[in-house]
């Protein structure tokens, strides 16, 4: 069956614009988790969704980071106003269930803001 | 709070070596360990996935264990190929929602 999937691959933006960064996980898997990968960080969690409910957004680094999952499948990630500091590989994983379970990724969206 | 530190940060061995990636934990309390593999510019590949109960997992050439009293895993790689240069990164699942907590990775040059 089909993979984890993200659109755009790449994303070149100006900084202050707005981005949407999309994840399709591996159909009935209910858990969902972002993860963000940059030189200076490594790969760090953002958010994490059970269904389409958000119960720990801990790793979100501003107010300017929002994330929403629709029909308990496609999650979308927005970044506002986007800052330089922002450019990174943003990683989706989806999981049958939370804790014990493999996560499987998708192939990363690179953003670029310039 | 849980942190994961992986050693050597770089390692470069002649093709043949059997070799050992090691990772360790702060906190015990976690559900699995995964190992990933990352080549450059693309996304994670899944290489083993160990649960807390479990002691070590194989899969052709790799064999990962677990020690998690000790905070602790390796992942041996037999017989090195220059196909296995690649960064590898452990990962550790943990919290009540088993988010990834991952190390920084060591990065191996398989050379010919």
């Known amino acids: 069956g089909a993979g984890v999937s993200q659109s755009p691959s790449n994303k070149v933006t100006e900084k202050g614009k707005d981005v949407e960064l999309r994840c399709d996980p591996i159909?009935?898997?209910?858990?969902l988790y972002w993860y963000r990968q940059s030189l200076g960080q490594g790969l760090e969690f953002l958010i994490y969704?059970?269904?389409?409910?958000?119960?720990?957004k801990s790793g979100l680094p501003s107010d300017r980071f929002s994330a929403e999952r629709t029909g308990g499948s496609v999650s979308t990630l927005t970044i506002q106003r986007t800052q330089q500091e922002d450019s990174a590989v943003y990683l989706c994983?989806?999981?049958?269930?939370?804790?014990?379970?493999?996560?499987?990724f998708g192939p990363g969206t690179r953003l670029t803001v310039t | 709070k849980q942190e994961v530190t992986q050693i050597p940060a770089a390692l470069s061995v002649p093709e043949g070596e059997n070799l050992v990636l090691n990772c360790s934990f702060t906190?015990?309390?976690?559900?699995?360990l995964q190992w990933f593999r990352q080549d450059p510019g693309k996304g994670l590949t899944s290489l083993l996935l160990?649960?807390?109960?479990?002691r070590e997992q194989t899969s052709g050439r790799l064999n990962a264990s677990l020690d998690k009293s000790s905070g602790r895993s390796t992942l041996y790689i037999a017989a090195s190929q220059p196909g296995d240069s690649a960064t590898y990164l452990c990962?550790?699942?943990?919290?009540?929602?088993?988010?990834?907590?991952f190390g920084q990775g060591t990065t191996l040059q398989v050379k010919p």
């Open positions: 994983a989806s999981s049958p269930g939370q804790t014990s379970y493999e996560q499987y």
């Open positions: 159909s009935g898997h209910t858990a």
């Open positions: 969704f059970q269904g389409n409910s958000a119960p720990d």
């Open positions: 906190d015990s309390a976690i559900y699995n």
């Open positions: 160990i649960q807390s109960s479990q």
């Open positions: 990962a550790v699942a943990s919290g009540n929602t088993g988010k990834l907590i």
